[in-house]
């Protein structure tokens, strides 16, 4: 059967984004919100299973974002950091730092133990990129703490968040590395990836070759409020430089691809002989609800170019990375999901994997 896995996050239920405005406002107290986040994840972890999903994910129900989940709440932070513009208008600001010494205050470990509590399948656990959180410290810098110190510290502490997720029992651990094709948008020359890759292989070679089978690296172009960041990107200029992570599986976006099969051969050319290929056969964007028998078609596109022992398939992104983001429908997404894991059965039986 081709391994099939979701990428993170499902919209949060109307109950919990209520609860969060509310206790913003004062209204709700922290005993009541906890009880809302931990419902969220037990009522997601219970319709993800019946989907029929082998692998699943908490749905990132009580992550503030895919992205500043760990940083949340931390009072040498400022609000005011760099801006993160959107296809259709609208901006992210990312955070900033203002003083030393760094340390995450919530790491993904913490949100593994909530949904052990429900799960009766493996679990997936998704990671903020060390090269994403280096965005966090200005371009003036900072006094009394260098750039150097605050990576040293950066890297410290994703190292310790993986290491632990993985000792807890995490099926697998999935870096974000939705900023991969930012990175180009925002420098063309590539030295700004270039310097992530090499940020994140600083993590990356601190685990040994069996522990990285449980590691993986998730790409997109973002997905926001019906909306991408760096759609508008050529695969080209990142996929070379992609498969230098050393990182076993890859998420790969696809199904929002106009051109998916010229991708597919840049992957079957760079990818190493090792990496296995999960590639996205569910649009999160496109709120039809995609059938089996196109998610079976989009998977045998793929086998074309990626050995079936090599191939998987996934969700182009999550569904809801950010926790306010309500452009998509909780009931849509479990649909979605429903299709991928029905059409990636039909996909198998094609292939004699059944």
């Known amino acids: 059967m081709l391994p099939t896995e979701p990428i993170g996050s499902i919209p949060r239920p109307a109950a919990l984004i209520d609860g969060v405005r509310g206790f913003a406002a004062g209204r709700v107290s922290q005993p009541e919100l906890d009880a809302l986040y931990e419902s969220a994840v037990q009522d997601t972890i219970q319709r993800l299973e019946a989907t029929g999903s082998p692998v699943i994910t908490d749905g990132e129900q009580a992550k503030h974002s895919f992205a500043t989940y760990s940083i949340y709440g931390l009072e040498n932070t400022a609000p005011d950091g760099m801006p993160i513009s959107f296809a259709d208008g609208h901006i992210r600001t990312f955070p900033r730092l203002t003083a030393g010494p760094f340390r995450y205050k919530t790491p993904a470990d913490v949100y593994l133990e909530i949904a052990q509590r429900y799960a009766h399948v493996p ?18 810098g900072i006094r009394s703490y260098s750039r150097e110190e605050y990576l040293d510290a950066l890297i410290a502490e994703q190292e310790g968040e993986i290491r632990r997720c993985l000792k807890k029992g995490a099926h697998v651990v999935q870096m974000d590395f939705t900023e991969g094709r930012l990175s180009i948008k925002l420098d063309p020359t590539r030295r700004l990836l270039h310097s992530f890759i090499d940020l994140n292989n600083l993590v990356l070679e601190r685990f040994s070759a069996e522990e990285r089978k449980r590691i993986g690296v998730h790409t997109c172009p973002g997905a926001d409020r019906h909306s991408t960041h760096s759609a508008d990107v050529d695969y080209a200029e990142l996929l070379p430089s992609l498969f230098e992570l050393q990182a076993t599986n890859f998420y790969v976006q696809l199904a929002s691809e106009p051109d998916r099969k010229r991708v597919l051969k840049m992957i079957r050319d760079r990818a190493k002989d090792w990496q296995r290929i999960f ?22 596109e793929a086998a074309e ?7 998987g398939t996934t969700d182009d992104c999550g569904f809801a990375p950010f926790s306010d983001d309500t452009s998509r429908t909780r009931e849509t997404a479990f649909d979605k999901i429903r299709a991928r894991v029905a059409g990636t059965a039909l996909a198998s039986g094609v292939l004699g994997l059944e």
């Open 305 to 311: 170019y990626i050995r079936p022992e090599r191939l």
């Open 279 to 300: 590639v996205g056969v569910i649009d999160p964007l496109n709120p039809r609800v995609e059938t089996p028998e196109e998610v079976r078609d989009r998977a045998l």
């Open 123 to 140: 679990l997936k656990q998704a990671v903020v990129s060390a090269s994403a959180l280096s965005l966090l410290y200005p371009r003036g």
